[in-house]
Nanobody, 124 residues
Framework: QVQLVESGGGLVQAGGSLRLSCAASGRTFSNYAMGWFRQAPGKEREFVAAIRRSGGSTYYADSVKGRFTISRDNAKNTVYLQMVSLKPEDTAVYYC?????????????????WGQGTQVTVSS
């Protein structure tokens, strides 16, 4: 089992930037593909970004492509989500997730472990 703890959320003005971090513990971090999802009030959880075990491949939702960057540091057991040019519609609770499964990383059902989430609020 792996434990995930997100940090870095907060309140930012539109056009601003934030970097989210997700620290993993409990198992070999490099065995896990990692994803970021978000859930806004009254909406379903949606895919944001994912990165394969080695960090060689990354995937993004169309809504964040070109603005968000996912990366990982396997030596620090941490995955990051750098967010720039933030918009009010990016407001949500952001979750990181981990999986040992291969396949399509856009689906939340692929992921075995989840963090508790961190709030991101973008004011207009």
């Amino acid at each position: 089992q792996v434990q995930l703890v997100e940090s870095g959320g907060g309140l930012v003005q539109a056009g601003g930037s934030l970097r989210l971090s997700c620290a993993a513990s409990g198992r070999t971090f490099s065995n896990y593909a990692m994803g970021w999802f978000r859930q806004a009030p009254g909406k379903e959880r949606e895919f944001v970004a994912a990165i394969r075990r080695s960090g060689g491949s990354t995937y993004y939702a169309d809504s964040v492509k070109g603005r968000f960057t996912i990366s990982r540091d396997n030596a620090k057991n941490t995955v990051y989500l750098q967010m720039v040019s933030l918009k009010p519609e990016d407001t949500a609770v952001y979750y990181c997730a981990a999986t040992t499964r291969g396949g399509t990383y856009y689906y939340s059902a692929m992921y075995e472990y989840w963090g508790q989430g961190t709030q991101v609020t973008v004011s207009s």
